[in-house]
């Protein structure tokens, strides 16, 4: 089975902080995604990665950076994390070419104060 | 703009009943359907795909069904049991790299 996890199911940080959110999947999968989940919103795309240090925006960059240094693993980080960004963050992961179907991951609960 | 919706934001049914939730699209360009439920405190998990060459697709006591005409998906739940409790999402798929477009979700309540 493929496994996407997520370095943190809740977490709690400061406006300004600077917060790191860890994905990991262990299929090879070449593509990768952050999403994030809010109410009423559905699932809105914030960056993604189809190999190792490429990356693209997604419809909602704003705020974020990803990193991809090796194949399994893609991080967002918010730089300064705000108010807003509260929300929930979900990864997923994809090998091109099967089909469209995206694994995801359990999920970060992010809240901001 | 292009965007996946839901007609109803919630939906409640009986233990046993066959559920329907319904799904709207407007990018007619879109080529690959897919449902997915997602349970609380869980990601979204696969339950059924279609392509849009297709207009129905049968998986266990699941059913989607794609009208390119109306540019309407559904997504059928045989006799719902209360495991089937969750938010159910559909995603169409737009430009490269594999990018799905999510509606906003419906919640489905299954009562004893």
């Known amino acids: 089975d493929v496994k996407v996890t997520q370095s943190s199911r809740y977490l709690v940080k400061r406006t300004g902080e600077k917060v790191f959110l860890e994905c990991v999947q262990d299929m090879d999968h070449e593509n990768m995604f952050w999403y994030r989940q809010d109410p009423g919103l559905g699932l809105r795309l914030i960056y993604f990665?189809?190999?190792?240090?490429?990356?693209e925006k997604g419809d909602i960059p704003e705020g974020y950076s990803v990193s991809r240094e090796k194949k399994e693993r893609f991080s967002l980080i918010l730089e300064s994390a705000s108010t807003n960004q509260t929300s929930m963050y979900l990864c997923?992961?994809?090998?091109?070419?099967?089909?469209?179907?995206?694994?995801f991951g359990p999920g970060t609960r992010l809240t901001v104060t | 703009g292009e965007s996946v919706g839901l007609h109803l934001p919630t939906l409640s049914v009986q233990e046993g009943d066959n559920s329907i939730i319904n799904c709207a699209y407007s990018n007619s360009a879109s080529d690959y359907f897919i449902w997915y439920k997602q349970e609380s405190g869980k990601g979204p998990q696969f339950i059924i795909d279609i392509r849009s060459n297709m207009d129905k697709r049968q998986g266990q006591r699941v059913t989607v069904l794609l009208n390119k005409t109306v540019k309407h998906l559904s997504l059928q739940i045989a006799a719902t049991q209360p495991g089937d409790s969750a938010v159910y999402f559909c995603a169409e798929t737009r430009g490269g790299y594999n990018k799905l477009i999510f509606g906003a979700g419906t919640r489905l309540a299954v009562h004893p």
């Open positions: 990665s189809y190999d190792v240090k490429m990356k």
């Open positions: 997923a992961s994809l090998r091109p070419g099967s089909s469209y179907e995206q694994y």
